[in-house]
């Protein structure tokens, strides 16, 4: 009399506490280990440099600012300024200010391998599926950070580099 329910997991799932962000109609998230703080955009606290590169000055400090629509390839230009700015932090200590749409909230998630699943994704470190039944693609901060400043180096130690 009752019923008995077995759930099995694989040994592959792991948790993960980050923030639910939205990127060009896209949800994705961020791991809070790698989130320092979110903060509202004041146009005179970024500065250009360069045609396509911007930095952010936050409490005396200067960082680079990525906007995830066009690092992902969801736009092809760059964004005006006027989302939110999540200020992450690397494994190595390097910081930067990432440009999203938007912060729907903070959650728990189970989170799977994408590269296991599927092929390595520059950026993505692994996927969620959400309460609503869509996929969430989870950021790789140290991925992007690295990416970024490979990119943004000057042409010569790029070349040298290889």
Known sequence: KGTECC???????????GMLISVFERRLKVSLNTLLVTIQPKLDAIRSLGAQARILSIRGEHVPLIDMGHALGYRTGPAEVKGVILLVEDDAGRRAALLVDD??????????????????????AAATILGDGRVA??????????SHARWSA???QRLAAG
């Open 154 to 156: 000057p042409v010569e």
């Open 7 to 17: 759930l099995s997991l694989a040994a592959t799932v792991r948790v993960m506490d």
């Open 103 to 124: 912060v729907l909230g903070q959650h728990q998630v189970v989170i799977k391998s994408i590269q296991a699943n599927y092929r390595l994704v520059e950026g993505i």
């Open 137 to 146: 693609l989870i950021l790789d901060v140290n991925a992007i950070l690295l």
